[in-house]
């Protein structure tokens, strides 16, 4: 039995928990699914811990790669540390999903809130996939970032029963880690986001996504060749996605230290 020590962290309301007790890679899916019983609004579990080299490394309970903890990592870091109201510090964490060290900058905004600003991976390749769904047929736009592909589309394409009811079967097609269905509207500029994670075996209709808003970014600057700048409307509020062509994405944030927990698993 381990004393599991994690803080819970609220990034636009993807309620996130960062565990900072060593966790065996094998039993984190367990513990994570423990914590989550506890935290009946937690959505992911995160694990941290350091390199040999002195990084700090976050790793998702399915080893999927999620930019809204790698935030919430950042933030957590700056508020132990004392950062001032005002003040920015800029990490470099190493992320699950991601094969290079990812960077967060954080600023105190206040007591426990920080705003913040991280580079997402960039994408492996964007392109138009067919996929069944039911008796027919749909073909979506896709986005392949490491450590989890989003499948792009409308109210009008696809349901959020469908999306539920496809969703494990498109993500053993797309051989993918982790798999989103991003129902987005891009005149409204509101997005739906969820995510699946077969190694922790979530699924969830995330009140935020952050690599989902980084999967909308990236798609609509390849589509039109120019740069994106736009403030995404999610459930749990909104994420500002700045993307240009062959620069990659920043995704902008607010993420609040809420509380601190233990248990025993």
Request: proline share 6%.
């Amino acid at each position: 039995m381990t004393t599991l020590h994690y803080y819970i962290m609220d990034p636009t309301k993807n309620i996130t928990a960062l565990v900072e007790t060593p966790v065996p890679p094998a039993s984190r899916p367990f513990a994570a699914s423990q914590i989550m019983k506890a935290e009946p609004d937690c959505e992911q579990v995160g694990f941290l811990s350091r390199t040999e080299a002195g990084e700090t490394r976050l790793d998702m309970a399915g080893g999927e790669f999620c930019g809204n903890a790698s935030m919430s990592a950042a933030a957590l870091i700056c508020a132990k540390e004392g950062l001032g109201q005002g003040q920015t510090r800029t990490l470099s964490l190493r992320v699950s999903g991601a094969a290079s060290p990812v960077e967060v900058a954080a600023t105190a905004a206040e007591q426990g809130v920080f705003d913040c600003t991280v580079n997402m991976p960039a994408s492996e390749k964007i392109e138009e996939v067919t996929l069944p769904a039911g008796n027919r047929e749909i073909c979506l736009p896709t986005v392949f970032f490491p450590g989890i592909a989003h499948i792009i589309a409308t109210k009008d394409e696809l349901t959020e029963g469908d999306a539920e009811r496809l969703v494990k079967d498109w993500c053993r097609i797309l051989k993918a880690a982790a798999l989103g269905v991003m129902l987005f509207d891009e005149k409204a500029l509101t997005l739906r986001p969820m995510v699946y994670v077969p190694a922790a075996d979530t699924m969830f209709w995330e009140s935020s996504c952050a690599s989902g808003s980084a999967a909308i970014g990236a798609y609509l600057t390849g589509k039109t060749g120019e740069q994106v700048d736009l403030f995404l409307k999610e459930p749990g509020g909104t994420l500002r996605v700045n993307a240009a062509p062959g620069c990659g994405v920043r995704l902008s944030g607010q993420v609040t230290v809420r509380s601190e927990g233990t248990m025993i698993c």
